[in-house]
């Protein structure tokens, strides 16, 4: 866009207006303003800040803390909970328990308080978390307290300029179609910001509530085994406290915390890219494990809703383990100490893009199993669509729910718990971790998986390879012919399959990213023959990669 204008002007003028915010109405009056004066660049930021307003995605709604409708900011936030009041309403639940929560992001305190305070004002019986704790932490208390909805200020792994809102309903879950566009149009028809009631009417939950939580985490190990060292980090989130808490309570009392990323600061300055996923993000963690020759290595994400795992290898050296290969650990480990009187018809679940390796573990423990499309609101509605059944479930992308019973979302929390009950298992038998993936690998087949990725600048890049994708798809992939299957319209999802090989592609749902998916299995006759069907499949996986980002170019 080269100039300004009317529409957008007024459309920039009737936002300033009805902003409740004087820090944020200055901040987009300076745009604005420099805009007016014909500067292109704020032209264009002005579009941008007014394209529209944030959507509930894979994981709610998440955008950068700035001024504008298409931003996190106070107005916002305000509007979106007047939306939802109107819809808990409509649904016949008005005047019922919602919980509010915060991480320690930029803006995190101001949207909480807003949030519940519209809530409050709009006769809600609100409940706010004490002080800024971990996700998992809110959405056990939605199922404590039998609340009507949940919300947890949080943009989880995202960059440091972005912020939050992460919905939960009353099941415990995060809210799924068609609840999320129905109160996204009840937003529409919200009134300005400025207009929305709010009071300070709200009850805020004492330390019990937490303790409440550490109880039930630390009832989850079977195992006897406490003897390990463990590292940990909360990449300057709010999860060490609770970490370390939930660990020593459970028995693991020789825990380690990455000191330079334990206290919570939005600027999260060790790390690019707050994600245990992004290289360079565990470096400052595995360099200390293996300084203090630790046993596991635990890396959490700044919400505490995810798990990444760190092991020893052979040869000495320290690597983070992938989401799919912690998937399978805890599945196996769950299942393997699972109460079949409580549960006997268990179900395990993954997402369609992890590995499917946990549907042969669930065939051999007999089991149902089921893969569902990406992100935890469809894992805690495996199955029947209620999830009725589940013991455990994981998504590649290092979430795991060990204990649905309790927290319907992914908890990185609970799940480190039990990667350390098997760790501290294995290591009294003079077994790890990898052992443990090598049983699995001879077992099962051997099942590498990888994942390849495209950061755009351009949202519509990522139409147009998905596009071209479907009118060109490919015939054959690591030189096996595979055949392509298209998900629409359920999900915007393309997959490749053919003998040992499936690749599947999608559009990220929290960030400006396409992301394919890889998968290469490889029968293993035996163990003596392991290492060399590993060094095999890891060429094919390696070629497989290449040719995948070639396409993606």
């Known amino acids: 866009m080269t100039r300004l204008t009317s529409d957008l002007r007024d459309r920039a003028f009737r936002w300033i207006a009805d902003d409740p915010d004087p820090d944020t109405k200055l901040e987009l009056q300076k745009v604005v303003a420099a805009a007016m004066g014909g500067d292109p660049a704020a032209v264009d930021e002005v579009a941008d800040r007014m394209a529209g307003t944030l959507e509930f995605g894979t994981a709610g709604l998440r955008g950068p803390v700035r001024a504008g409708s298409n931003g996190m900011n106070?107005?916002?936030?305000?509007?979106t909970t007047a939306g939802l009041a109107q819809w808990l309403k409509a649904q016949g639940r008005g005047s019922g328990i919602v919980?509010?929560?915060?991480?320690?992001?930029?803006?995190?305190?101001?949207?909480?308080?807003d949030a519940a305070g519209v809530l409050a004002a709009a006769g809600f019986d609100v409940r706010v978390l004490p002080r800024p704790l971990p996700t998992p932490v809110l959405a056990f208390a939605v199922r404590k307290f039998g609340a009507v909805a949940g919300i947890q200020i949080t943009a989880s792994h995202n960059p440091p300029a972005d912020n939050g809102y992460k919905l939960y309903l009353d099941s415990g879950a995060q809210i799924v179609p068609p609840a999320d566009r129905e109160i996204e149009a009840a937003v529409t028809v919200s009134p300005p910001a400025v207009s929305v009631p709010r009071s300070d009417s709200w009850t805020t939950l004492g330390e019990d509530v937490l303790q409440a939580y550490l109880d039930r985490v630390s009832s989850l190990p079977h195992g006897t085994a406490?003897?390990?060292?463990?590292?940990?980090?909360?990449?300057?989130?709010?999860?060490?406290?609770?970490?370390?808490?939930?660990?020593?309570?459970?028995?693991?009392?020789?825990?380690r915390m990455v000191s330079e990323q334990a206290q919570p600061d939005p600027d999260f300055p060790?790390?690019?890219?707050?994600?245990?996923?992004?290289?360079?993000?565990t470096d400052l963690l595995l360099a200390k494990a293996a300084e203090v020759e630790a046993d596991v290595a635990i890396a959490l994400d700044p919400d505490a809703d995810r798990c990444a795992v760190g092991v020893r290898g052979a040869d000495g050296a320290w690597r983070m383990l992938l989401g799919d290969e912690t998937g399978a650990l805890l599945g196996v480990h769950i299942l393997s100490t699972l109460d079949r009187v409580m549960h006997?018809?268990?179900?395990?679940?993954?997402?369609?893009?992890?590995?499917?390796?946990?549907?042969?573990?669930a065939s051999a423990a007999n089991v149902r199993y089921d893969a569902t499309l990406t992100g935890f609101k469809w894992l805690m509605r495996a199955g029947d669509g209620n999830g009725t059944g589940l013991v455990y479930a994981y998504e590649e992308a290092l979430g795991h729910c060990v204990d649905p019973d309790s927290v319907r979302d992914k908890d990185g929390i609970s799940a480190a718990v039990l990667v350390c009950d098997l760790a501290a298992t294995l290591r009294a038998a003079g077994r790890t971790l990898l052992d443990a993936l090598d049983d699995l690998a001879v077992t099962h087949g051997l099942h590498l998986t990888r994942q390849v990725s495209l950061r755009v600048t351009d949202l519509a890049r990522i139409g147009k390879l998905m596009s071209d994708l479907r009118v060109d798809p490919p015939a054959e992939l690591a030189g096996v012919p595979v055949t392509s299957e298209d998900l629409l319209p359920a999900a915007d999802v393309l997959r490749f399959s053919g003998e040992g090989v499936r690749?599947?592609?999608?559009?990220?749902?929290?960030?400006?990213?396409?992301?394919?998916?890889?998968?290469?299995?490889?029968?293993?006759?035996?163990?003596?023959?392991?290492?060399?069907?590993?060094?095999?499949?890891?060429?094919?996986?390696?070629a497989l990669a290449d040719e995948v980002a070639g396409l993606l170019r």
Request: net charge positive; no cysteine; glycine share 8%.
């Open 226 to 255: 406490r003897e390990l060292r463990v590292v940990a980090t909360a990449l300057h989130g709010v999860g060490a406290g609770t970490l370390a808490l939930a660990l020593n309570q459970a028995g693991f009392v020789d825990v």
């Open 344 to 361: 006997p018809d268990a179900l395990v679940a993954n997402t369609i893009v992890s590995s499917s390796l946990l549907k042969s573990i």
């Open 503 to 542: 690749v599947i592609v999608r559009p990220s749902g929290t960030e400006p990213k396409i992301k394919a998916y890889l998968e290469i299995v490889e029968p293993v006759a035996n163990r003596s023959t392991l290492a060399d069907v590993r060094a095999r499949a890891t060429g094919s996986l390696d």
């Open 270 to 281: 060790t790390v690019p890219f707050p994600n245990p996923e992004e290289p360079g993000a």
């Open 99 to 113: 919980i509010v929560g915060r991480d320690a992001r930029r803006g995190s305190e101001a949207f909480y308080a």
């Open 74 to 79: 106070r107005a916002v936030v305000i509007r």
